[in-house]
């Protein structure tokens, strides 16, 4: 569909209560990338995003080297394409009632 592809991505390690999310749909709307990104209860992080491979590729560069200068360790625990949200146009951040 039009050069786009979308991940799925869940996140573990200091994910949560770091800038994580907010970090991410910034990141994501800087590139272009369309998607969100939720806290799980089990303190992971998912999140999908979608975009050209361009824009999947620099979020991800830029994502990294948001977090680079911090001693916050993650790890990227599942990723894999899923079918892409054709009208999709933002990156929001989602909240998990509790």
Avoid: C, L
Wanted: net charge negative; hydrophobic share 40%; aromatic share 14%.
């Amino acid at each position: 569909m039009d050069g786009r592809r979308r991940v799925h991505v869940v996140f573990v390690g200091q994910v949560q209560g770091v800038g994580f999310r907010w970090t991410a749909q910034a990141t994501a709307r800087d590139v272009g990338a369309t998607g969100w990104v939720i806290n799980e209860r089990d303190g992971s992080v998912t999140m999908e995003v979608q975009g050209t491979d361009k824009q999947i590729a620099e979020f991800f560069g830029r994502f990294d080297q948001s977090y680079a200068r911090y001693r916050i360790r993650y790890e990227i625990f599942d990723k894999y394409d899923i079918a892409v949200e054709p009208d999709e146009t933002e990156f929001v951040v989602r909240f998990v009632s509790r």
